[in-house]
């Protein structure tokens, strides 16, 4: 195998996730690590947690897994679904999916409400099916806040209505994965459960590390839940012990650049940073607008409102290849964007927008993406200049 050529310049990494490491996360990574007993890895961790804490906005334990979002998906399976209990999922795209045949992997029966090309999921269908158990048999509502493969934003507090308005009891369980530190969020305000969140999205650090935060509700239920678990287990993690809590030796690198990606969304201010995210998904959202009058490409999200702060979902006519699109903006722009997946593969290509982003690495993906448009014989209409636009407005409006 021969390495390619370094390419001059940056590469413009527009995945939704992983995202562009800031360099005070790559340059806190390169720290020695520690032995198991000393002091300075305690509050090393009592720092990721208590900056943890305040991104989900909870009060209650956050437990870190040295897995990507996979591994947190399946803690909260194990923890809460007792062998043969059923869960309810919101069905919002691929992501929701792949979570439901997770659970279904590991024995537990997965409800759905149907999933709605281009719509966010429905809070009326999950009220539906949570009136019609009469039985009581769902234990959770499972629900992605950002379905990274639809790119849809669902309606959280609309959830938290319907389970209140079935009077069910059932926990809620959201993955904000996608949204965590780029769209607003607050676990305890909003009535969630359980969150579960990773490190490669828009809290800026590499894949590899994820969360699940855990309110005393959701932990009543693990406590009483049999089935079999161990490094999963949450009650296991809830130790003053710091090899304890990573059910062996804490992932010390990536702890040392998450307390600097902490502490970078602490220093912009965490509404400064939301209000960073809406500001440079409007643009994206504006120049796709503009895109879209050559004929050829269009929102795959046909609600404004819940088109996603973190990724932008592009659907593309027939005839179009999206994957060729992206190895042309790749291999000749340095420009990564990422493609469909499941059910919508083949049909759109998406732009991320999350994390260590500012307006001219943003107006740099979508001058790649028309660059590669260009060479790949795609129409298309005005897009960096209405970008641009909104970016010297400084708001969409
Ligand atoms: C990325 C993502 C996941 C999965 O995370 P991995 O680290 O790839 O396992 C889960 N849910 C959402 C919404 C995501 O965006």
């Not at 590469?11 to 002091?39: C, I, N, R, Y």
């Not at 809290?203 to 590390?209: A, E, F, K, N, V």
Request: aromatic residues 6%; negative net charge; proline residues 6%.
């Amino acid at each position: 195998m021969t390495s390619s050529p370094r390419v001059p310049g940056a590469a413009f990494l527009h995945a939704p996730g992983p995202t562009h490491l800031p360099k005070p996360v790559l340059d806190a990574m390169s720290t020695q690590p520690m032995e198991l007993g000393d002091p300075a890895l305690d509050s090393l961790i009592a720092r990721c947690e208590s900056g943890l804490k305040q991104v989900f906005g909870t009060a209650h334990d956050v437990f870190m897994y040295a897995a990507n979002g996979h591994g947190a998906w399946e803690a909260a399976i194990t923890n809460i679904a007792a062998p043969g209990a059923c869960v309810l999922m919101a069905g919002s795209g691929p992501f929701a999916e792949t979570w439901a045949l997770h659970a279904e992997a590991l024995g537990v029966r997965v409800r759905r409400t149907p999933w709605v090309e281009g719509h966010p999921a429905s809070a009326q269908a999950v009220e539906e099916a949570l009136r019609a158990d009469e039985a009581r048999e769902i234990v959770a509502l499972f629900a992605v806040h950002t379905d990274t493969a639809s790119g849809v934003t669902g309606d959280l507090a609309a959830f938290r209505a319907a389970l209140d308005a079935a009077g069910h009891p059932a926990l809620f369980v959201v993955d904000v994965v996608a949204s965590l530190g780029a769209a607003p969020f607050a676990m305890d305000a909003l009535g969630v459960d359980v969150a579960i969140g990773a490190s490669q999205k828009a809290l800026m650090m590499p894949p590899g590390l994820s969360f699940v935060a855990v309110n005393d509700k959701a932990m009543q239920v693990a406590r009483a839940n049999t089935l079999p678990r161990y490094y999963w287990d949450w009650q296991r993690r809830q130790s003053e012990l710091n090899y304890r809590k990573f059910a062996g030796t804490p992932p010390q690198a990536m702890l040392f650049g998450l307390e600097a990606a902490l502490a970078l969304v602490a220093h912009e201010g965490f509404d400064a940073v939301i209000a960073r995210h809406r500001l440079l998904a409007d643009a994206v959202h504006a120049a796709v607008e503009g895109w879209s009058e050559g004929g050829a490409l269009s929102f795959h999200v046909q609600v404004p409102a819940a088109r996603s702060v973190s990724v932008t979902t592009i659907a593309v006519a027939e005839g179009i290849d999206p994957e060729a699109l992206r190895r042309v903006a790749r291999e000749r722009f340095h420009v990564g964007i990422a493609g469909g997946l499941g059910a919508l593969a083949g049909r759109l290509f998406r732009i991320g927008h999350l994390g260590d982003l500012n307006a001219p690495m943003v107006l740099g993906c979508l001058a790649g993406v028309e660059a590669a448009m260009t060479v790949q014989g795609i129409p298309f209409g005005p897009g960096v200049a209405r970008a641009v636009r909104v970016l010297a407005a400084g708001s969409a409006s």
